[in-house]
């Protein structure tokens, strides 16, 4: 199949095409995803800009993928856990609130505690560089 260089010559059907052949490429389905998704997003800003009339892989659903499935803590791993801190220094009671923290609202290693205001009941969180408040 030919394929056009102008966008608002593109159809559906070239893009299932290409999909095709990424799959006989063995290209994993998150990275076809990834690409379907940037494609998307292409064509919206040029139907926005009214470079073309609409968008043809708006149709178009994602790749199925497989589910990761990740193990969690048994509840006598998370009591040892909690018994490792010492509570009677500050900092063994510091770590044994922020694993509370952890546990209780479910934060990941993506996440950073900065700050408690303990009088004002608010933990800043810092993540990609800002600063969330809960």
């Known amino acids: ?64 993928t497989k589910k990761t499935i990740i193990e969690t803590f048994t509840e006598e791993q998370v009591a040892l856990l909690l018994t490792m801190p010492n509570k009677a220094t500050f900092v063994g009671f510091r770590d044994y609130v922020i694993m509370l923290l952890l546990l209780d609202t479910g934060l990941g290693e993506r996440y950073q505690v900065i700050s408690f205001f303990l009088s004002v009941r608010i933990i800043c969180l810092f993540r990609d560089g800002t600063c969330r408040k809960g």
């Open 1 to 64: 199949m030919d394929y056009t260089t102008n966008p608002a010559l593109l159809t559906e059907a070239m893009i299932r095409d290409v999909i095709r052949r990424m799959m006989d490429y063995s290209l994993s389905p998150t990275t076809i995803n990834h690409r379907l998704r940037s494609l998307k997003q292409f064509f919206s800003y040029l139907v926005t800009e009214a470079m073309v009339s609409k968008n043809p892989a708006d149709r178009l659903d994602k790749q199925k």
